[in-house]
């Protein structure tokens, strides 16, 4: 039996032992990396298009002489989606509207309420002016990415989306432009890494500054998009990808096999975990993985990231393995069990659940609708898939009468001064002595 995968067993007394080690978080910042991003972002917010330039020929050998040259517009992005083969462009479109389509019921809306003193009350809600999405282009291309990013920002009503995504040696797959054209991306700027980061969020004689950045990137954009926080908002710092199957033995061990594999062949570090109460069955799972992984493209990376992350877990029953799961909250959970509905209620932390042996994370990645941009490394403990709320505002509204004025300037008065704060007080007791205006 191949001993690629871990095997734990939840009544094993090392287990919680064991499951910290596979579990943890690595913190990639090292000193060195938080010095070179920072030194990176110090260039272009000092230098502007001509640092962004240098660094961009540099670092992605870029052919650009000028920051001109960086610049993608519409009209190239519809030429890529026109000369698209028609079977690919269906894909895509259908991918774009059934995202779109979900992403419309989550559209929040103003509204207000008059109180018993005739107060006004409310929340106006209103989209951000412009946003920022980054997309990978180094390794590989992510047209996905960009519907993902692009289309809840326009659903929320965002005027503006400037995208950056690199082009290593000037080349940017075809594929990504004809998504930012379906998605209604406005600009394309073809720079990666720290410095597109440093751009959007201080903006360039060319790049403008935007709002709020997201979207996925390695370890340099994730830096940056901690150092640039507060100046500009951001989606996440998102960490290496997760999927985490609670299986019955009722799905073929071959399909878990290729689910976990579709997780694996992101990155290294990407994080495939299968638990079963059924010893037997991961035996047939890991038996499945050594027969289907020499059949891979992507054999390399899904064989370090099992090796390195991967797990295939015994439990008592599937009560424990969602008390397991709700202890771990993975991005990705997928439910491989008969009447797997019936316990969706119960599984209360994770980015995106899959329900029964039906829906496999691909189909959420690529077009069931739901974002795929989702919390990772637990932290769907307090945060939510990327949506169209997060590129909406919220305001409070206040408006007040004069007679609740009156009535609210006496409490506002006495807790003002129960905090030592005299010119609260005095600023809502003047309104108590003109009660004209």
Same mark, same amino acid.
Request: contains cysteine.
């Given at each position: ?74 009209p190239e992005m519809q030429a890529a989606l026109d000369a ?25 809306? /103003? ?284 305001? /409070? ?22 905090? /030592? ?17």
């Amino acid at each position: 039996m191949s001993k690629l995968l871990r095997r734990l067993d939840t009544a094993s007394d090392a287990f919680e032992t064991d499951l910290a080690q596979l579990t943890a978080r690595h913190d990639e910042r090292d000193g060195e990396l938080v010095s070179r991003v920072a030194t990176i972002i110090a260039a272009v917010r000092n230098g502007g298009d001509a640092a962004l330039l240098e660094l961009t020929r540099d670092l992605d050998q870029h052919p650009g002489t000028s920051v001109a040259d960086l610049l993608i517009e519409p009209p190239e992005m519809q030429a890529a989606l026109d000369a698209l083969d028609p079977d690919i462009r269906e894909a895509l479109e259908t991918a774009a509207d059934r995202i779109r389509d979900y992403h419309q019921h989550q559209v929040s809306h /103003s509204w207000s309420f008059e109180d018993a003193l005739g107060n006004h009350l409310g929340q106006q809600v209103t989209p951000m002016a412009r946003v920022g999405i980054y997309v990978p282009g180094g390794k590989a291309s992510y047209p996905s990415s960009v519907l993902m990013n692009a289309i809840p920002a326009k659903v929320a009503g965002v005027p503006e989306i400037i995208m950056v995504v690199p082009a290593p040696g000037g080349v940017i797959n075809p594929l990504v432009l004809a998504a930012a054209a379906l998605a209604g991306v406005d600009r394309i700027i073809t720079v990666g890494g720290a410095q597109a980061i440093a751009a959007l969020a201080y903006g360039t004689e060319t790049v403008p500054g935007v709002d709020k950045i997201v979207g996925p990137g390695n370890r340099y954009v994730a830096e940056a998009k901690r150092q640039v926080f507060g100046v500009v908002g951001i989606d996440m710092v998102a960490g290496p990808s997760e999927v985490l199957i609670i299986a019955d033995g009722s799905a073929p061990a071959s399909w878990m096999a290729l689910d976990l594999f579709s997780q694996a062949e992101h990155d290294e570090q990407a994080q495939a975990i299968l638990i079963c109460p059924d010893e037997a069955y991961l035996d047939a799972v890991e038996i499945a993985i050594e027969e289907l992984l020499s059949t891979m493209a992507r054999e390399s990376i899904i064989r370090a990231a099992l090796a390195n992350r991967g797990a295939l877990i015994k439990v008592h029953d599937l009560d424990d393995g969602i008390a397991l799961s709700n202890k771990l909250a993975p991005e990705h959970l997928q439910l491989a069990f008969q009447n797997a509905e019936a316990r969706v209620p119960e599984l209360t932390v994770a980015g995106a659940i899959f329900v029964g042996v039906m829906s496999c994370e691909s189909l959420g990645d690529y077009c069931a609708g739901p974002n795929h941009v989702l919390p990772t490394s637990s932290t769907a403990r307090f945060s939510s898939p990327l949506g169209v709320y997060d590129f909406q505002k919220r305001s /409070s509204i206040i408006h007040c009468s004069t007679e609740g004025a009156k009535a609210l300037s006496g409490v506002a008065s006495v807790l003002a001064r129960g905090e /030592s704060l005299e010119a609260h007080a005095r600023s809502a007791e003047v309104r108590l002595t003109r009660p004209d205006l």
